[in-house]
């Protein structure tokens, strides 16, 4: 609206001097004017034409800019949230796996040293009273009943309900259960005897 306005006018201004002077000097008035008129008029069609290009492309992308922006504030929200959340939670988590790893550490230095311990129990028996097949089977049935003692002993943090505590006594003596069963099996079996050479 407001183009068709300006070209109006612009067209009204550029008739209005041209009609006067029509009028005070028919004669006077020169084609060059009327074609530098003509021509003001056709630059003026060529920038309604370049401005209306424009304004559908304005009309087009304007929207799609701002809703990108508004995409782009939403996300940065986001990440500001996520971020905050983030350092929040390493925080936190930072003393926990500190403490994780010290529980870790202790763990394996238990049981290496309860292997080393075991391992020269075993020694100083097979030493002070030697074993023969039963006496060895005997040693087994007697180190798993040990475990699992021990296993139901040490059993504190699990054992609030009677499922948690059999269920947690039978997984920590699992280990001796099946070792003590395959040795048990394993000294049972009878040697072949060797046959004299001639």
Same mark, same amino acid.
């Given at each position: ?8 006018? +612009?067209?009204?201004?550029? +008739?209005?001097?041209?009609? @006067?002077? *029509? *009028? ?8 060059? =004017?009327?074609?530098?008129?003509? @021509?003001?008029?056709?630059?003026? %069609?060529?920038t309604d034409a370049a401005a209306k290009k424009w !304004? &559908?492309? =304005?009309? !087009?992308?304007?929207?799609?800019? *701002? ?8 996300? %940065? *929200? ?14 936190? +988590? ?29 020694? =100083?028996?097979? %030493? ?7 006496? %060895? ?16 002993? +040490? ?41 004299? &050479?001639?």
């Amino acid at each position: 609206m407001r183009r068709l306005v300006v070209s109006a006018l +612009l067209v009204f201004l550029c +008739l209005i001097p041209a009609h @006067s002077a *029509q *009028q005070d000097n028919s004669n006077s008035q020169s084609p060059k =004017a009327l074609l530098d008129c003509l @021509s003001e008029r056709n630059e003026l %069609r060529k920038t309604d034409a370049a401005a209306k290009k424009w !304004e &559908d492309w =304005a009309n !087009e992308n304007v929207p799609k800019h *701002q809703k990108l922006l508004a995409d782009y504030d939403e996300l %940065r *929200q986001k990440n500001n949230d996520l971020a905050s959340t983030n350092f929040m939670l390493r925080n936190k +988590l930072e003393p926990q796996s500190s403490i994780a790893m010290q529980w870790v550490f202790w763990i394996s230095a238990g049981l290496g040293v309860g292997m080393l311990v075991l391992f020269t129990i075993f020694k =100083a028996v097979k %030493r002070a009273w030697p074993l023969t097949g039963p006496k %060895r089977q005997l040693f087994v049935l007697v180190s798993v009943a040990s475990w699992a003692t021990i296993a139901v002993i +040490l059993n504190g943090d699990m054992s609030d309900h009677p499922i948690n505590m059999l269920a947690t006594d039978i997984a920590a003596s699992l280990p001796a259960i099946l070792f003590g069963g395959i040795g048990f099996w394993w000294i049972g079996k009878t040697q072949p005897k060797a046959k004299p &050479d001639f």
